[in-house]
Nanobody
Framework: QVQLVESGGGLVQTGGSLRLSCAAS????????MAWFRQAPGKEREFVAA????????YYSDVGKGRFTISRDNAKNTLTLQMNSLKPEDTAVYYC???????????????WGQGTQVTVSS
């Protein structure tokens, strides 16, 4: 079992930056691939970025490529998403997710946080 708690969301102007964090507890953090997803009102959840348990590999969807950076600190059981050059279309609830499979986590995950709201004003 893994418990995930996101933080760091808020209101930011277009072009601004936010740093989201996800605190994990309950199991061996480095055993899990981690990912960020987001869901905007009226839209389906979409994958943003993922990172391997070791932190050695990452991949991104087109959503955040070049603007977002996913990272993790296995010593602190923390996942981070640094978001730069934010746009109004980035407005969504952002979720962190954990799964044993680095391959599967781009589509599904066993564990989810409750989400943190990001709002980008124009």
């Amino acid at each position: 079992q893994v418990q995930l708690v996101e933080s760091g969301g808020g209101l930011v102007q277009t072009g601004g930056s936010l740093r989201l964090s996800c605190a994990a507890s309950g199991s061996t953090f480095r055993a899990y691939a981690m990912a960020w997803f987001r869901q905007a009102p009226g839209k389906e959840r979409e994958f943003v970025a993922a990172i391997k348990g070791s932190g050695g590999s990452t991949y991104y969807s087109d959503v955040g490529k070049g603007r977002f950076t996913i990272s993790r600190d296995n010593a602190k059981n923390t996942l981070t998403l640094q978001m730069n050059s934010l746009k109004p279309e980035d407005t969504a609830v952002y979720y962190c997710a954990a799964d044993p499979s680095f391959v599967r986590i781009g589509a599904e995950a066993d564990y989810w946080g409750q989400g943190t709201q990001v709002t980008v004003s124009s």
